[in-house]
């Protein structure tokens, strides 16, 4: 009888100690975020929302879903077909095999890495400048992976009937893809959009050398092929949110209510997409 | 007439196939060029990979072919002053950075697995509808908070905090860097700690209440073991994304390029060293060649930790 009750007290114990674990983590991670957005909204002033040369956030906030929608152009129509490559054509061997091992390698390479490699390439090689282009350039082969896996998981999920039935109905290959497969799969292939993009925002370490800081912006300037100064030129160098945190403690001065202001609105961000890729 | 009719319809038949293959033609020539095009697609995904390996191998190889340092050198020794010209002659020993990772990355480990597995254990085994509705969304979406707000956070309130309670000059230190990286890797190693425990068959616990153990003793001699392999993979997930962050721990580890002698000591990792340095470093010098050269080790040990990954998780065989 002592046995049992010794394995129920500690059961109860060990139950306890979860909890507690549970609720600590629980209070922690709200904590930090309210933290994150109170602090950065009680110190910001007006001023900080605008969009002028310098302390506001406004353009930074504008390069970086700029960016990140640019990556999105490269990293989308890659990973999706690199994606149906694995889960419709690819045949067991050797080839496959590397090209998973390579998927895998990109999802853990170290952001900086890839900044390097961004730097080399497009700057270094192709002479682009620190840019936008190089930036997003770099942004997206830290999403490739992750729209790649997702959209192979998405189609390799969907039940067998569905290609079975629209083989049998006489279409090829490529047309049960196009109008069977692929349509049922968008949502899913929706989130890992949405997990990429959510990264992109967030990504600093790959842009410190690809898109340089200190951003030029102005807003009646509308002409693509003028110096650097248009919105919606992509050889620009171009400052985003988290950059500009980092860049907060090199320049002695910047007032640290700017950054807690990006701070939080990268968690805002942040957020938003992560509500959005569950719904 | 009827001839004539039966002519016809055998043209028109014949035309009919005639159209039909056309057709059917063009259909297997777009099958083909779509099967072609996600290949190709496929094909780019390694040739990117290949060529990220094939440039930092070109350029970090520089030290060891152009300086002429040894890699024992690079590996083993503290003493880090390149220079920062063509010509070279200063000294590549990297150890000081190698050191501060492992020692960061270590600690990061140290504190966030026992609190990680015991939160995948809560939300699966303990609380399981509050865990799969709250929790682990919760969780999960602290992966994607981006490292610099974990590591401003880390400077504005954990290292004046560290600085207070343990009366230190500065709060930079080893420890700060630890516990901003152990917050980091905590929803990695948890999310999929909690995958691996989910995985494991009902039939399991089952057993194990036949038998009459509480559900501490379940989890503990039955489903942890059970789910090792995964708990383990979560692991090494979270050591890479730790080991290859570079901001969050630059903000936090005090940049000062010696040994860590302590928890409260400063010391550089490789990462921030890279970050730091690479945008002062003239193109071609030592200075840069020997910043590639710890790229270089950087993509090799994440290629090493997938290939533990793959080992861990590898199908096992029936033990009977």
């Given at each position: ?41 009680t ?10 040369r ?20 490269f ?10 490559y ?40 192709f ?41 049998g ?5 490529w ?95 942040v ?9 | ?9 055998e ?47 070109y350029?970090?190889s ?15 020794s ?17 150890l ?33 509808k ?58 990695t ?38 789910a ?23 903000m ?16 550089k ?52």
């Amino acid at each position: 009888m002592n046995r049992v009750q010794r394995a129920r007290g500690i059961n109860q114990i060990m139950t306890g100690v979860f909890y507690l674990i549970a609720v600590f983590f629980f209070t922690l991670l709200i904590g930090f975020a309210s933290y994150v957005i109170i602090k950065g909204f009680t110190g910001a002033t007006p001023e900080m929302f605008a969009f002028a040369r310098k302390g506001s956030i406004g353009n930074q906030l504008f390069n970086t879903i700029y960016l990140v929608f640019i990556s999105l152009l490269f990293s989308i129509p890659l990973g999706v077909t690199a994606g149906i490559y694995l889960a419709m054509y690819a045949k067991k061997g050797f080839l496959t095999k590397f090209l998973r091992i390579c998927i895998e390698t990109l999802s853990s390479l170290p952001s900086i890495v890839v900044g390097l490699f961004g730097y080399l390439v497009f700057l270094v090689f192709f002479g682009l400048g620190k840019s936008l282009l190089a930036g997003a350039l770099s942004v997206s082969i830290l999403a490739i992976p992750v729209i790649t896996t997702t959209t192979e998981d998405a189609i390799n999920g969907l039940p067998g009937h569905y290609l079975q039935a629209s083989l049998g109905l006489g279409a090829t290959r490529w047309q049960s893809i196009y109008h069977v497969l692929i349509p049922a799969c968008i949502p899913r292939i929706m989130t890992g959009v949405i997990l990429a993009a959510g990264r992109g925002f967030g990504e600093a370490a790959a842009l410190l050398y690809t898109t340089g800081s200190g951003t030029d912006l102005r807003w009646n300037n509308w002409n693509l092929t003028s110096p650097p100064t248009c919105p919606l030129n992509i050889f620009r160098p171009a400052e985003t949110l988290s950059l500009q945190i980092w860049g907060g403690l090199q320049i002695n001065g910047q007032d640290p209510n700017l950054a807690n202001l990006s701070a939080a609105i990268l968690m805002i961000l942040v957020l938003l997409f992560s509500i959005g890729e569950m719904h | 007439m009827y001839c004539v009719f039966r002519e016809n319809s055998e043209q028109q038949y014949i035309s009919l196939i005639k159209g039909e293959n056309m057709k059917k033609q063009n259909m297997f020539t777009k099958e083909y060029a779509w099967r072609g095009l996600m290949t190709a697609g496929g094909l780019l995904v390694i040739a990117i990979t290949i060529c990220i390996g094939a440039f930092l191998i070109y350029k970090g190889s520089g030290t060891f072919t152009i300086f002429g340092h040894s890699i024992f050198e690079f590996l083993g020794s503290t003493d880090w002053n390149p220079e920062d010209n063509a010509q070279g002659g200063g000294t590549v020993g990297a150890l000081i950075f190698i050191v501060g990772s492992l020692c960061t990355c270590g600690l990061a480990l140290l504190i966030a697995t026992p609190f990680a597995v015991g939160s995948a254990i809560f939300m699966i085994e303990i609380a399981p509808k509050f865990g799969e509705k709250f929790y682990r969304p919760i969780v999960e979406i602290f992966a994607g908070i981006p490292s610099v707000v974990y590591g401003w956070v880390g400077l504005t309130v954990l290292i004046p905090a560290i600085k207070k309670v343990f009366h230190l000059q500065v709060g930079h230190s080893v420890l700060a860097a630890g516990i901003v990286l152990a917050l980091m890797i905590f929803p990695t190693i948890s999310n999929v700690a909690a995958d691996s425990i989910h995985s494991v068959p009902k039939d399991y616990r089952m057993a194990a209440y036949g038998l009459g153990s509480t559900r501490w003793q379940s989890i503990y001699k039955v489903v942890i073991p059970a789910a090792g392999s995964g708990i383990l993979s979560g692991i090494i997930l979270g050591l890479a994304r730790a080991f290859g962050e570079a901001l969050a721990v630059a903000m936090v580890i005090g940049q000062t390029t010696a040994l860590p002698k302590g928890l409260f000591s400063t010391t550089k990792s490789l990462t921030t060293e890279i970050a730091a340095q690479m945008g002062n470093a003239t193109e071609g010098g030592e200075m840069k060649t020997a910043l590639w050269t710890m790229a270089l080790l950087l993509f090799l040990l994440s290629l090493l930790f997938i290939l533990l990954i793959h080992y861990f998780s590898r199908p096992k065989k029936d033990k009977e």
